[in-house]
């Protein structure tokens, strides 16, 4: 089992890589557990900071957190921006003890990621209405050895899946039978649609 390691600067495109290439699992019947780094923080860690010892903590509770779920045989995808190359290193040796981790560096400079920044977080930092901000006021340390390394300033969303997808295979990790005799036909979209439909009718 493996988990998936999603990691680079704020607004570099983490979440949405990972949205993609966990729909793009689930069609191929793989039960993936998606962890987004922001829902992370604030329903199981809420009392973390954002100083170096503290987001080395949540890095360390994420990665023992996908331990379990790979000893149950369950993959994982998590976004999480992991600044620090002890932490990235630590997030492997802890998820290694049950099952695979494939580091999958989302490239992307300062500059772009401010560009499409939603939130406006890069300009808060920089007028310094943000302390602490990963790349701005605060460090950010590339992977030495990324295991997957996809550049979303030249490469398009789907491209980028691809790679993704291809890296896991020349790693051996995609079960070929999954792909080719149980292919699910339903969406992870599709999927959520129904379940809600289900729930008004009160079938769930």
């Known amino acids: 089992m493996f988990t998936l390691w999603f990691m680079g600067r704020p607004a570099a495109g983490k979440s949405t890589l990972a949205s993609r290439v966990e729909a793009r699992l689930v069609e191929r019947g793989y039960p993936i557990e998606n962890m987004d780094g922001d829902d992370i923080r604030s329903h199981l860690h809420p009392d973390l900071g ?21 000893r149950n045989d369950i993959p994982v995808i998590v976004g999480m921006i992991t600044p620090f190359r002890d932490a990235q290193q630590q997030a492997r040796d802890i998820v290694e003890d049950e099952g695979e981790f494939v580091l999958v560096y989302v490239k992307c400079s300062v ?72 292919t699910i036909p339903v969406t992870r979209e599709e999927e959520t649609e129904i379940t809600d439909r289900l729930r008004k009718l009160d079938h769930l």
């Open 111 to 182: 500059d772009s990621a401010a560009e499409r920044d939603p939130k406006g977080l890069y300009e808060q930092a920089q007028e310094g209405k943000i302390e602490r901000f990963t790349g701005v006021n605060h460090p950010f340390q590339e992977p030495l050895h990324p295991d997957i390394v996809v550049d979303t300033e030249t490469t398009p969303v789907e491209d980028g899946v691809e790679q993704v997808l291809t890296g896991l295979e020349e790693q051996g990790l995609l079960d070929e039978r999954l792909r080719e005799e149980y």
């Open 50 to 70: 954002f100083s170096r010892e503290d987001r080395r903590t949540n890095n360390r509770r994420t990665a023992y957190i996908a331990k379990l779920l790979n």
